[in-house]
């Protein structure tokens, strides 16, 4: 069944279904399909590629659902605005939604991805090999905002699942429970300075779950040293984390002079952002991805 389908998309690849009716079609063929599919099926986004699995418990099973990219405005952002010059961090890659589709925009900009689940760095190297991407490294440290070993819980223990994996901090969790080896993005840059010139451009997603605050606080220097914009996802558990607090969050932009703008550049403050949270709705957690980046960087940005 897997040869019937993937001749269905190859028919039709995903970069040409781009109406409403042309994906309700596809949807309705997948769910005819999906309980007899093992996947992966390779999608065709036009210039590049990606392999999406039908299990409930993969992420990239939205692919075939919504038959489009996951984050496509904040994705199209980075795209549009990095050159030779810039590198892109994905802090949290998963298997590489943004490393991807930036890496084949882009074949001369540095792209390096962290992400410290082992399976979900094996679908990441699959998407990337599929590609022949050469700009793309891989790393599997976690980003925080201070150095070490850390305990990381892990729920991708299902085949063919990306459920997801984070830093914990509770002593008493032990089931799923493995340890991975931390860094700051400060330190990471300032290991390698002879090949991050300080003309460099640096532009980073974090999307960490529930530890974004920490991975902001530990890129301080880049932020004051480097062209340096941020895409951070807003969650009730980032807002929840020990190192969290609004009065303390807002210092640091002001210190800091950063600024918090929306994807389309509308500029924003923190008391925007919790009442975003305070609104969801049943088991929703996000509210959004925001740019954080000092004011005179975001005059030149296009979104």
């Known amino acids: 069944m897997d040869k019937i389908f993937q001749t269905f998309c190859n028919l039709f690849p995903h970069y040409k279904i781009n109406t409403k009716f042309k994906k309700k079609i596809f949807y309705i063929f997948f769910s005819l399909l999906k309980p007899f599919i093992k996947g992966p099926i390779k999608l065709n ?4 590629f990606f392999y999406a699995y039908p299990q409930r418990k993969n992420y990239s099973r939205s692919l075939l659902k919504k038959v489009e990219l996951h984050d496509e405005r904040e994705i199209n952002f980075f ?5 030779d010059k810039s590198i892109f961090f994905d802090c949290g890659a998963n298997q590489g939604f943004y490393t991807i589709p ?3 925009s882009n074949k001369n900009c540095k ?10 760095m094996d679908y990441l190297n699959q998407n990337i090999s599929l590609n022949n991407l050469k700009n793309v490294e891989t790393s599997f440290l976690g980003i925080g905002d201070k150095e070490g070993t850390f305990k990381f819980k892990n729920d991708n223990l299902e085949k063919n699942s990306t459920k997801g994996g984070l830093i914990v ?3 008493n969790k032990t089931d799923g429970i493995k340890v991975i080896e931390v860094t700051t993005l400060d330190k990471f840059v300032n290991d390698r300075k002879k090949d991050i010139s300080l003309d460099k451009r640096l532009f980073i997603k974090i999307d960490l779950e529930g530890y974004d605050i920490n991975g902001i606080y530990g890129s301080k220097d880049i932020i004051n040293s480097y062209h340096t914009v941020l895409l951070v996802e807003f969650s009730k558990m980032s807002v929840a ?8 969050f807002n210092t640091f932009l002001k210190e800091n002079d950063l600024c918090i703008f929306d994807i389309s550049g509308k500029r924003l403050t923190l008391d925007n952002i919790h009442s975003m949270l305070d609104n969801l709705k049943g088991n929703h957690q996000v ?6 980046a000092k004011e005179n960087l975001i005059k030149n940005l296009k979104f």
């Open 102 to 104: 930036v890496a084949a």
């Open 241 to 248: 984390s020990e190192i969290y607090s609004r009065n303390g």
């Open 45 to 48: 986004f036009k210039n590049f």
């Open 287 to 292: 509210c959004g991805n925001f740019i954080i």
């Open 111 to 120: 792209i390096i991805a962290f992400e410290p689940s082992i399976q979900e």
């Open 79 to 83: 795209i549009k605005n990095i050159d």
């Open 169 to 171: 901090e509770d002593e």
